[in-house]
């Protein structure tokens, strides 16, 4: 398995669908089904009847995975970038294309 190019905190730009353009940090990673979730982004509302755990009900809201292929790592400046790994100092790191800035 290689290493992961997008991890959790990280501040990403989302490059397609509703929220294309929008950046937020990165919640969750979801290896296995490829996908991410990011916070304030795909944001989804669940209507709940009220029960024991929450007597008042209403709506729930919170945000849904997005295909890791649909965001890219933000550069300093707020521009989507690629990552790369490179050797520094005898340790394996993630570099942002664009820049060359260590992540």
Same mark, same amino acid.
Do not use: Y
């Given at each position: 398995?290689?290493? *992961?190019?997008?991890? !959790?905190?990280? !501040?990403?730009?989302?490059?397609?669908?509703?929220? !294309?353009? &929008?950046?937020? *940090? #990165?919640?969750? #990673?979801?290896?296995?089904?490829?996908?991410?979730?990011?916070?304030?982004?795909?944001?989804?509302?669940?209507? &709940? !009847?009220?029960?024991? *755990?929450?007597?008042?009900?209403?709506?729930? %809201?919170?945000?849904?995975?997005?295909?890791?292929?649909?965001?890219?790592?933000?550069?300093?400046?707020?521009?989507?970038? %690629?990552?790369?790994?490179?050797?520094?100092?005898?340790?394996? #790191?993630?570099? *942002?294309?664009?820049?060359?800035? #260590?992540?």
């Amino acid at each position: 398995m290689s290493a *992961a190019k997008i991890k !959790k905190g990280d !501040k990403v730009v989302i490059l397609a669908g509703k929220d !294309k353009g &929008r950046t937020g *940090a #990165v919640l969750q #990673v979801l290896p296995k089904e490829d996908k991410v979730l990011v916070e304030g982004i795909n944001v989804h509302a669940r209507h &709940r !009847k009220p029960d024991q *755990a929450n007597p008042q009900g209403g709506i729930e %809201r919170k945000p849904a995975p997005l295909h890791i292929s649909n965001v890219a790592v933000a550069d300093k400046d707020g521009k989507p970038t %690629r990552v790369r790994f490179e050797d520094r100092d005898g340790k394996k #790191v993630r570099v *942002a294309v664009k820049s060359g800035e #260590v992540l």
